[in-house]
């Protein structure tokens, strides 16, 4: 399941059959809506130093020993964030956004974190590298660079419908 604090990004991705809904990851309520408390790990992608570091804070603060994957902005907020708190997994440099296979290392550590085994994040990696490397790279970056892996990933497990709305 993924939050994200654009309603729009949420709706598109939606659309497309994702696990994305629109929610402010601050708000305890929707932290205990999603049973944040009971994941295996939290993912964070905000390109913002300062919000990285309070969502990071709120998500301590209310669940200790959750596991947390977060892009830092540089070696020395990667260092500063893994030395002041537990279980907290950050990687630099942050991505650009729109550079999906730039993206695949990231993905494979979050991967990696959750539990997969690594013959499977390898796979995974490959099919979406092969996926972005074909004939029709450009089409697919512009019209999937946002979902592209997260939608891979789908591919690859069982589906789920815990948290479907529909």
Do not use: W
Not at 116 to 123: C, G, P, S, T
Request: charge should be neutral; hydrophobic fraction near 40%.
């Amino acid at each position: 399941v993924v939050l994200d604090n654009s309603p729009n990004t949420a709706f598109e991705a939606r659309n497309k059959g994702l696990p994305v809904f629109f929610g402010d990851i601050n708000r305890p309520e929707v932290l205990k809506s999603f049973n944040v408390g009971a994941a295996k790990a939290c993912v964070l992608t905000l390109d913002d130093m300062s919000a990285t570091n309070q969502a990071i804070v709120k998500l301590k603060k209310l669940y200790p020993d959750l596991a947390i994957i977060t892009r830092a902005k540089d070696d020395d907020h990667k260092k500063r964030l893994e030395k002041k708190f537990d279980n907290v997994y950050a990687i630099s440099p942050v991505l650009a956004e729109n550079s999906v296979l730039l993206t695949l290392p990231f993905g494979g550590a979050i991967l990696q974190r959750i539990g997969v085994k690594r013959q499977e994040i390898d796979a995974i990696l490959e099919d979406f590298r092969k996926l972005y490397m074909g004939d029709s790279i450009v089409d697919q970056m512009d019209n999937d660079s946002s979902f592209g892996f997260l939608d891979m990933f789908r591919r690859k497990l069982p589906p789920s419908n815990r948290f479907d709305t529909d």
